[in-house]
């Protein structure tokens, strides 16, 4: 995104320093872009239970509508984008059908975009991951056990073995898609969470840009609590919102985020639901980053108790 006469000192600027450049200078499109398309409605406040903090009577703001990104078909191309109040998720709505996340994972295929196919795009994706399992002390010891949810061609697992070869990979997924592409994978489930054939205790649990596409994330949580090991870790990365957005902001940066992917991304979760849902399902919030990706997406790892 930078002209080339300045990435050599673009190269020498300290990592945080760059992604908040980054931030800032999204930020400065997005207020622009939304300024050239003018006044949207202004946000209403809609009273309704909120499906992340659960609370009965939460209120929400409606940031607005959002059309359908993907190719369908889908039982709806439009949804509302809500912001609770209390819990601070971005979350669409109505939840997309069963069988509209059907079209999107079992019908269809995800990983021959040049995205996940090019090499320097899959030898980058490879080292972010390996430098913070290093960065954040989650390579498992010598033996132990990791499971990949939702892995796809399971990138972290990959990471893992480069730190850890004798470490013992495991991998589920929905879709068959990855399951020959994954050598670094021990064992490699298809098939929902709850049917899985059982596992030995994890030392880690990995879910990388999967928790967002997950109609009930509570839900799931408290599912991958009981397969992890006293001390073991859960590491999450999601899309977070639009770079240095603040809800008095409005949908305007939402239009051109990039991460903006409806129905496939169904909330975009807060450090406050993190913290409180963690804590209903017996773990701690012991992490928590939102400044990846020109703090457009958010890493955070929770622990089980050691006893
Ligand atoms: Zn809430």
Redesign the pocket.
């Known amino acids: 995104m930078y002209p080339g006469f300045l990435r050599p000192v673009i190269r020498r600027i300290p990592s945080g320093a760059k992604q908040a450049l980054r931030a800032g200078l999204l930020r400065v499109r997005d207020s622009w872009r939304a300024w050239n398309r003018g006044a949207e409605p202004a946000a209403e406040q809609l009273g309704q239970p909120?499906r992340?903090?659960l609370?009965a009577d939460?209120q929400h703001l409606v940031l607005g509508e959002v059309g359908v990104t993907h190719h369908g078909p889908f039982e709806r191309d439009a949804y509302q984008l809500l912001q609770?109040a209390?819990?601070e998720?971005v979350y669409l709505e109505p939840v997309p059908s069963t069988q509209d996340l059907i079209t999107l994972y079992q019908n269809s295929e995800q990983f021959s975009d040049p995205h996940y196919s090019d090499p320097e795009q899959a030898a980058r994706i490879l080292d972010f991951y390996s430098e913070r399992l290093q960065r954040l002390d989650l390579t498992p010891a010598a033996g132990a056990h990791c499971l990949e949810v939702g892995a796809g061609l399971a990138w972290v697992s990959k990471a893992v073995k480069r730190h850890r070869p004798d470490a013992q990979t495991w991998a589920q997924d929905v879709s068959s898609e990855c399951v020959q592409s994954c050598p670094w994978v021990d064992h490699y489930q298809v098939g929902a969470l709850e049917n899985l054939a059982p596992m030995p205790a994890m030392q880690l649990i990995s879910l990388t840009h999967v928790i967002e596409h997950v109609p009930d994330p509570n839900l799931m949580l408290a599912q991958l609590m009981p397969l992890l090991q006293p001390g073991g870790k859960i590491y999450i990365t999601a899309p977070y919102r639009p770079a240095l957005w603040k809800t008095a902001d409005g949908i305007g940066p939402w239009r051109d985020y990039s991460y903006l992917h409806v129905p496939a991304h169904i909330s975009y979760l807060s450090e406050s639901w993190f913290r409180q849902t963690a804590a209903r399902v017996g773990l701690d919030l012991i992490h928590w980053e939102q400044n990846h990706d020109a703090h457009q997406a958010l890493e955070a790892v929770l622990q089980k108790p050691a006893r």
């Open positions: 909120c992340y903090c609370q939460g609770c209390r819990c998720v």
